[in-house]
Structure formats: structure tokens, C-alpha cells
């Protein structure tokens, strides 16, 4: 930074997600958790330099999904703007989701001549899909748009968008075999305002499951299957009706300019929906074979331009849901020598916050209510006693033990950026 820093002046802000780094002891690791058994020098000197803490991202053990944590930490109550899986997994497979969009979870399914579910997920179609849901994606049914995409295997997302929807419905999915595909019904009673909006939404719904069954049963990939003595993927099964919420963006409510750098597509999905800038960076796959060093600098050309940046890096959760303590703890260090270049390069006047969006013990396989530690470093911020970047020496921080939803306010106080609240 070119300028001298005045007292007062407003500074950026960078906040390093390490997805699902929080850990539990594991005896394969001298009964350390993977963080504290890690060879991690930059990481223990950013600690060393700032003030600590742990965190709960969602509140006191919860076990956070990566989409309520990130809305957590983008400063967003998730009690009041997670509205269900349905928009969140749309965002989390690229499509174009927009406030008011009803979206639901679905499976392609088999069913039989009477409509009764055979296979609730079609022998667990792996190929094929795309062509199958490029036979639904667009159709409009009584005015409303299809949106329609296949994610991994029998798991798809449909997106209804128009007029006078709702998602107080009930699912057509009837959640086990041998039973009729269900009709959708409103899931309020018929004196609640919104009444007419759900039966109109179900009736939408029923009708674009037998088109899908009318498509799907005639379509060239399914007889391709049956001819192969595989079950025909014949049907849409929605369920679980989400509306995509209307959430306030970031450059209004805080009047920042902002971006996120990350590889999956659930973070960018999210990211963007909050009016961020998602640049696209090569080699960020959101795996382990991520290219760390393209996202370091694609940090850094973005905290040039933008007044709030959010770094997700993805890998440490998949070590975690694979239970690989010892992939975990060497992908800390791979992860810490790519910080100390990122922290040496950063400038004076960013308030930068390293921590994770929830624990995903290798022990456990999946995320876990545990806390995750926490360092926020940056010009003027106090100095605690913590020396070592781990889930138990930050528990005795400064900071002391805050909830996600906290950390942006808190960072935004420490930038300059915060409103004072009285006179
Ligand atoms: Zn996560
Ligand atoms: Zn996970």
C-alpha cells in the first residue's frame, strides 16, 4: 500500500475460510488433532501476532452444513435466511438461482405403469442424466418457467420460477418404494394467506411430474437402459420445496466492494447470490489437487480491487469425510507455506481473519458440532498471549468463544468500517 495508514482510515478485510480444518484428538497422531500435530510456522506466527479465539459457526453444538456456515460467516442469521436445501444445492451446481424461486431436491426414479415407485433412484444412474434432464430443462407449465439440472448420479435440482409460487408444499416424492408417487398439496391450511399460492405451486408441480414421466418414459436413453436390463430413470421425484430467500447484498448493507475466491461451486454459488464478485481462477478446482499458489494470488489481485475478501479453500474437508488424519495434517502444511507467501505480499491495511466454517474430524467422517479456532491479525488489532494457531491454545484467546455471525462485525470494527450504535 502506497499511502501512510492515518488512525481511523478504513481498511479491507480478508477473511480464510479452511473448510472443515477444525479436528478432534486422534491417537494415530499422538492423540493431537491434525492442526496441532501440523508443521505450520505461518499459521502459529499469524496466531502470535493477533488476537485468538474459537468460534461456532451456527451456535453451540451445531453441526453446521458448509452452506448455513458460509451465510454465518458472510454475517447473515441462518435461522432467518436459510430457507432449506433446495435453493442452496441449486447454487451448489452453478444454476442461476433468483430471490423468489421456488427449488426442490430431486431424484430421477423408476416407476411402474401405475405410477408406483420401483426404485427411488433409478439402480443409481450414474450416466445418462444430462441428456434425460435436457428433455425438462425450459419447459413452462401454466406460465412458470423449468428450471431443470442433473447433479452427481440420480440426484437432480428443479427450479420453479414465476408468479404466485410458494414453497409451503408437500413433496410428490413418497420417500420409499412400492408406494405411488405422492401429489403435491399444500402444506398450510386453506384460511393462511399464502394458500393460494401453494395450491397454485402444487398444481404446477403435479403437472411437471407426469411431463417428466412422459418424457423420460419415451426418451432414447431409457430404452438404451432397458434394453441393457437397467432400470429406466422414468421420473422426477421432488421434495423438500425451498424459496430462494431475499437477502440483503453486501455492498448494501455494509457499503463494501467485495469477491471470493474459491473452487466449489456451493461457496461461489452462495458468494454470488450475496452480490459478490466471483473471478474465475485457474487451478482452483476445489479439491485436493487444487493449485493453493494461483489461489494466494488471485487473493491478492482481488484485495487490490475489492474492499472485502473471502478466501474457501475446500481440501481439508475432504480429508476429513475420507477419516485421513495424516493427508490432513500434511495438507496444513501445504496450505502454511502457501500462507507464509500470502502474508508476506498482503500490505499493512487489510484486517485478515484465518478460521474454518466448521470441524470435520477425521474420527467422525463428517462435520461435528466442535468449535473451530480463530486469529484475526491487522494494523492496530490487540495482541493476545496465544502463540500456537490450533482448536485448543486459541480457546484461551482474547477474542474468547463467539458465534459465526459475530465475526464480520467484529472484523468490520476492527477495519474502521463498523456504525456506532447511540450517540
Ligand atoms: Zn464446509
Ligand atoms: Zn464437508
Known amino acids: 500500500m502506497a499511502e501512510a495508514l492515518k488512525p481511523g482510515d478504513a481498511r479491507k478485510i480478508l477473511l480464510m475460510v479452511l473448510d472443515g480444518m477444525g479436528d478432534r484428538p486422534v491417537k494415530e497422531l499422538g492423540s493431537k488433532t491434525p492442526l496441532q500435530y501440523a508443521a505450520k510456522r505461518a499459521m502459529d506466527k499469524f496466531a502470535s501476532e493477533g488476537t485468538c479465539g474459537i468460534m461456532d459457526t451456527i451456535g453451540r453444538g451445531i453441526r453446521p452444513g458448509s ?53 427411488r433412484r433409478a439402480g443409481r444412474i450414474r450416466e445418462g442424466t444430462d441428456e434425460l434432464g435436457r428433455s425438462l430443462d425450459g419447459m413452462e407449465i401454466d406460465g412458470v418457467k423449468i ?7 440420480h440426484r437432480a435440482v428443479l427450479i420453479l420460477r414465476g408468479k404466485g409460487l410458494c414453497a409451503k408444499v408437500t413433496d410428490a416424492d413418497p420417500h420409499s418404494e412400492g408406494q405411488k408417487v405422492h401429489e403435491s398439496n399444500p402444506s398450510v391450511n386453506n384460511n393462511a394467506t399464502d394458500f393460494k399460492d401453494a395450491e397454485f405451486t402444487a398444481k404446477v408441480l403435479n403437472k411437471f411430474v407426469l411431463e417428466s414421466y412422459k418424457a423420460l418414459n419415451a426418451h432414447l436413453v431409457n430404452k438404451e437402459r432397458t434394453k441393457n436390463g437397467e432400470l429406466p430413470a422414468n421420473i422426477i421425484l421432488p421434495r423438500g420445496a425451498g424459496m430462494a430467500p431475499h437477502i440483503p447484498k453486501i455492498s448494501d448493507r455494509y457499503g463494501m466492494k467485495s469477491s471470493c475466491v ?3 461451486s456451493l461457496v461461489k454459488g452462495i458468494c454470488r447470490y450475496v452480490g459478490m464478485e466471483i473471478p474465475d481462477v485457474k487451478g482452483a478446482t476445489g479439491g485436493t489437487d487444487t493449485d493453493l499458489g494461483a489461489k494466494m494470488k488471485a487473493v491478492l489481485r482481488e484485495l487490490d480491487k475489492n474492499d472485502f475478501v473471502l478466501l474457501n479453500i475446500k481440501a481439508l474437508d475432504i480429508f476429513g469425510h475420507d477419516g485421513d488424519a495424516k493427508g490432513k495434517a500434511a495438507y496444513i502444511g501445504k496450505i502454511d507455506r502457501q500462507l507464509k507467501f500470502l502474508f508476506s505480499n498482503i500490505g499493512e491495511n487489510v484486517v485478515v481473519a484465518l478460521t474454518a466454517d466448521h470441524s470435520t474430524p477425521v474420527s467422525v467422517r463428517d462435520h461435528s458440532g466442535d468449535p473451530v479456532p480463530l486469529a484475526i491479525c491487522g494494523p492496530h488489532v490487540r495482541k493476545d498471549v496465544i502463540i500456537k494457531y490450533d482448536e485448543v491454545s486459541c480457546a484461551s484467546g482474547a477474542l474468547g468463544r463467539i458465534r459465526g455471525m459475530d465475526l464480520l462485525p467484529v472484523m468490520l470494527d476492527l477495519a474502521n468500517r463498523s456504525e456506532k450504535y447511540g450517540a
Request: charged share 20%; aromatic share 12%.
Open 147 to 153: 428450471l431443470f439440472k442433473p447433479a452427481v448420479e
Open 262 to 264: 474459491a473452487g466449489i
Open 67 to 119: 452452506d448455513t456456515a458460509h451465510l454465518a460467516l458472510l454475517g447473515y442469521n441462518p435461522y432467518e435466511v436459510y430457507t432449506g436445501r433446495g435453493p442452496f444445492e441449486a447454487l451448489g451446481i452453478g444454476m442461476d438461482v433468483r430471490a423468489g424461486d421456488v427449488a426442490f431436491r430431486c431424484n430421477f426414479a423408476t416407476v411402474d405403469t401405475r405410477m408406483v415407485v420401483t426404485d
